[in-house]
């Protein structure tokens, strides 16, 4: 059974930093996509990060890019996403997300993160 395991949310300030992990388990792909989603009240849920198992390539949102760091220990057993520079609008509720193939996607069960001004 595949588990994912998020970790690491919580209340910052805005200028702040937060790191969430997620602790994948479950699977023995070789070939795979892992990072992490977001969703705001009221918004549908957006892609922010994620990191491919095969060359260990990245991907991140405009409105992440230069604060957000996506990275992961030599087994992609766990994955880190580091958050610096907080802004009121990172408020949300992250999802890690792995994705196996087009048919095998799985979800993790969500962590609140809230940026205060």
């Known amino acids: 059974e595949v588990k994912l395991v998020e970790t690491g949310g919580g209340l910052v300030q805005a200028g702040g930093s937060l790191r969430l992990s997620c602790a994948a388990s479950?699977?023995?792909?070789?070939?795979?996509?892992i990072g992490w989603f977001r969703q705001a009240p009221g918004k549908e849920r957006e892609g922010v990060s994620c990191?491919?198992?095969?060359?260990?390539?990245?991907y991140y949102a405009d409105s992440v890019k230069g604060r957000f760091t996506i990275s992961s220990d030599t087994a992609m057993n766990t994955v880190y996403l580091q958050m610096n520079s907080l802004r009121p609008e990172d408020t949300a509720v992250y999802y890690c997300?792995?994705?196996?193939?087009?048919?095998?996607?799985?979800w993790g069960q969500g962590t609140q993160v809230t940026v205060s001004s």
């Open positions: 997300h792995l994705r196996l193939d087009d048919t095998r996607v799985y």
């Open positions: 479950g699977f023995t792909f070789d070939d795979y996509a």
């Open positions: 990191i491919s198992s095969s060359d260990g390539s990245t």
